[in-house]
């Protein structure tokens, strides 16, 4: 049969256990069905094509996504399409077009969950594909929801990656409340990454701006560490 090389960017393929393992595992698997052409499953997808994959874990937003991706030519040349990465800054990384000038790559990104704004500019993002809407949507449907339930002074939290900015600017541009005044508050993610920026010190700003409706934006991880702070103080 016919061969088609798949490169594969996971967050952490590596990963014993969690959601970083598991959408690597997905793919997979998916493969797999795909290849096996007696099973009952997805057998009518390219029933003359094998697909074969080369995967590499890249984290999300941690500046891996580029060597990842020249790890996949040595290991998988030629290959024509990449599922991931999973975040919108290592996307941005692999897909934007100064890159891909200067590498010559022109495969085409298969983007699972990246849903940045900016990520629509199709001459600045050449052969990339996203699974999800993006967050101009998601922005218009809380702005929604804010109007149903009359919530019309809020704040807004978020980290400084290219997906959070763009989703509390997207969110921003939409609402037709009030903004707190100093109830826009933004932070570096490696600086909360390293310990400088605390939970403690995000929620005190938030606090002065009296915020009780917060538009959050960030990490998961993130999120978790802030939720834990505000419940145990």
Request: hydrophobic share 40%; net charge negative; with cysteine.
């Amino acid at each position: 049969s016919n061969i088609l090389p798949l490169g594969v960017l996971c967050e952490e393929a590596e990963s014993d256990t969690g959601f970083a393992r598991e959408g690597c595992d997905h793919v997979l698997h998916t493969v797999d069905r795909i290849n096996d052409k007696t099973d009952g499953w997805y057998d009518n997808i390219l029933p003359n094509h094998t697909i074969v994959t080369a995967t590499r874990s890249v984290g999300c937003v941690e500046g891996r996504a580029q060597s990842g991706w020249l790890e996949l030519e040595e290991s998988l040349p030629g290959f024509t399409a990449v599922i991931g990465p999973i975040c919108s800054n290592d996307v941005a990384d692999v897909a934007g077009l100064a890159w891909r000038n200067s590498t010559g790559n022109r495969a085409v990104v298969l983007g699972t969950a990246s849903t940045a704004p900016m990520l629509g500019d199709d001459a600045e993002y050449p052969n990339l594909a996203r699974a999800l809407s993006t967050d101009k949507k998601l922005a218009e449907g809380l702005v929604d929801l804010c109007a149903s339930l009359k919530w019309d002074r809020v704040a807004i939290l978020h980290d400084d990656t290219v997906w959070a900015a763009g989703s509390a600017a997207a969110f921003q541009a939409s609402f037709h409340g009030e903004v707190l005044r100093g109830g826009v508050v933004s932070f570096s993610l490696s600086a909360f990454r390293n310990g400088s920026v605390h939970a403690r010190e995000l929620l005190s700003r938030l606090e002065e701006a009296s915020a009780r409706v917060i538009f959050i934006a960030t990490q998961p991880w993130v999120q978790r560490a802030i939720f834990a702070y505000a419940y145990d103080h």
